[in-house]
């Protein structure tokens, strides 16, 4: 379950997403540069420089990175900045600790984010490694203790923020569970919707060209040598709507019924493949065995759309007395032929 939560992290909770996590990033960057400004009256240039660079980088990836939690590479980058740049920044001490380490606010302010992101445990590894660092400081340098104490006084903006992610927990899984009800009733809808849809197609089309047939034959009337083979031509056309209803178009059904009236056997098969692909390859599809069937005056033809993830999206195979033709639609719509 702790898993699944950390699937909807506190970021979401807090609405940091699109524009507003861009201005949480700036107002958090210019911050955290508001502080370490401080420490260029305390540490030699350089030092500051690399200190104020490593936590505005820390900060940069705290935030922009958008998995949640986050990984570990970045987790060890950031939890490691705020050690160093204190480090960095007290770095000098011939002169003595003797005013707050700057860079310790910064740091806080950094960590808590991390605990935001789902990494409590190597925010808390940060504040221990600043506490570590201020303190040798102090010991070498031989400062007050208040002074100390003022330095590590910022851990608690960590502390809070862990405390309110703990109790916001019981928020963060409900508020998870609700979103995937949304989305598993979404799917269900569009489900639904598409099912719908897909009925009503069919039974048009049903009505449109299998109605007038069935009428007469509902009226006991005979049917003449041209009605049964209308009714042969229609049966292989609703076959080919069940078969490969993505290739079922008013150009193609013309072609495969203009091809069976001369007596060309004509097998439509969809298996998938024209998910995801353009149009207008689909089209290029149609158009190939259009021109197939049209050209057929015996044999057979076999119009198949292969299953996704292949290379060669659709082969149209005629086979006549004189000769075998393949033709061959990869998923750019580069059509090859061979016989």
Not at 229 to 243: H, I, K, N, P, S
Not at 260 to 271: A, F, M, T, W
């Amino acid at each position: 379950m702790a898993d699944r939560d950390t699937e909807f992290g506190l970021r979401d909770l807090l609405g940091l997403r699109d524009r507003w996590a861009w201005l949480f990033l700036i107002i958090f960057e210019v911050t955290i540069v508001l502080y370490m400004l401080h420490t260029f009256t305390q540490s030699p240039l350089i030092p500051a420089v690399s200190a104020l660079l490593i936590m505005v980088a820390a900060g940069v990836v705290v935030l922009v990175i958008p998995v949640d939690p986050l990984p570990w590479s970045a987790t060890v980058f950031v939890a490691v900045a705020g050690p160093v740049a204190t480090a960095l920044t007290t770095i000098d001490i011939a002169n003595g600790l003797t005013e707050t380490v700057w860079t310790a606010f910064a740091s806080s302010y950094v960590l808590a984010v991390l605990v935001l992101r789902g990494r409590l445990g190597a925010a808390w590894l940060g504040v221990v490694g600043i506490a570590a660092v201020i303190t040798v400081v102090a010991s070498v340098s031989g400062v007050q203790t208040g002074v100390v104490v003022g330095s590590i006084v910022p851990v608690a903006t960590v502390a809070g923020i862990s405390v309110c992610a703990a109790i916001m927990r019981p928020t963060q899984r409900s508020l998870r569970l609700l979103r995937e009800e949304a989305t598993m009733r979404a799917a269900a809808e569009a489900t639904m919707a598409a099912e719908n849809g897909e009925r009503d197609r069919q039974l048009a089309r049903l009505d449109k060209v299998a109605r007038p047939i069935l009428e007469r034959i509902a009226g006991g009337a005979d049917l003449t040598a041209a009605e049964r083979e209308q009714c042969r031509l229609l049966e292989a056309e609703l076959r080919d709507g069940l078969r490969a209803p993505q290739l079922v178009t008013d150009e193609l059904s013309s072609a495969a019924r203009g091809a069976r009236s001369r007596g060309v056997e004509v097998v439509l098969l969809d298996d998938g493949g024209f998910a995801g692909v353009p149009r207008w390859v689909r089209q290029q599809v149609i158009e190939s065995a259009t021109r197939e069937l049209d050209a057929a005056n015996a044999g057979s033809v076999t119009v198949r759309v292969l299953p996704m993830g292949r290379r060669i999206l659709a082969t149209v195979l005629a086979n006549a007395p004189d000769r075998d033709r393949r033709t061959e639609i990869d998923t750019a719509g580069e059509v090859s032929l061979s016989t």
